[in-house]
């Protein structure tokens, strides 16, 4: 099976409070979204990496990797609007590139989509997820709950079984022409993730154990809990 991963960059930084997109922001000498990128190198060298990245941002990135010297090979493409539109875009050029390498045939590529903020994923993690992709055709990595949940209504809230909910993680891997066909499906304000536009076509989504290190970084408390990690590395 071809194999790709396509990274979702678009962030502003607004729950950051600050100017800088919170993918760029610095961590140990390089860019968040730089960490990301080598992560999946690290994985696996041969996967064709493509990152959806705002157009007003690519000047800015273009130049990070020149003074510090990204030798991931990456291709990039104009971000959108959504995340929706993002994803769409690097499938567009994605397709492209595996008709030039491969043909007509989808059903032989494999496609990961993943945060360009989530740099603590694990190659075991992406393996796992590709496996059981090429299996079941639409996979994401969930993690168990923890803290009590509690659902709201008209009356207030009740509890509910923690057990029976999960939280989902990033890469997010499909079959290349499930998720071609799901993504000519016009946009829904419903579509929270890549596996909630696949779903929509009716396909069913496998799961694989997740890893709580594989963090979202979006808010100062996430900056914190990187900062903490990255140090563990170094020590």
């Not at 539109?85 to 590529?109: A, H, M, P």
Request: charged share 25%; hydrophobic share 45%.
């Amino acid at each position: 099976m071809e194999r790709f991963v396509l990274i979702v960059a678009g962030g502003k930084g607004l729950r950051m409070g600050g100017d800088l997109p919170k993918q760029f922001i610095p961590m140990r000498g390089k860019p968040i979204l730089m960490h990301t990128v080598e992560a999946f190198y690290r994985w696996d060298p041969a996967a064709r990496i493509i990152l959806a990245l705002p157009e007003e941002h690519q000047p800015y990135w273009k130049m990070l990797c020149k003074e510090i010297g990204c030798e991931v090979p990456h291709e990039v493409v104009n971000g959108g609007e959504a995340r929706f539109f993002s994803v769409r875009n690097g499938l567009e050029r994605l397709l492209e590139v595996y008709q030039e390498r491969v043909g007509e045939d989808l059903s032989r590529g494999l496609v990961a989509v993943h945060d360009g903020v989530r740099p603590f994923v694990r190659p075991e993690v992406i393996e796992a997820c590709f496996r059981e992709a090429e299996r079941a055709g639409a996979v994401v990595p969930v993690v168990s709950m923890i803290d009590s949940l509690r659902q709201k209504d008209e009356r207030g809230s009740r509890p509910v079984d923690r057990s029976l909910y999960m939280a989902v993680q990033t890469p997010q891997v499909f079959r290349l022409d499930l998720l071609a066909e799901a993504y000519r499906q016009p946009f829904s304000p419903l579509f929270t993730d890549d596996a909630s536009v696949v779903e929509a076509l009716g396909h069913p989504i496998a799961t694989v154990a997740g890893d709580r290190e594989n963090i979202k970084i979006t808010t100062p408390f996430d900056l914190l809990i990187a900062e903490a990690m990255f140090g563990k590395d170094v020590e």
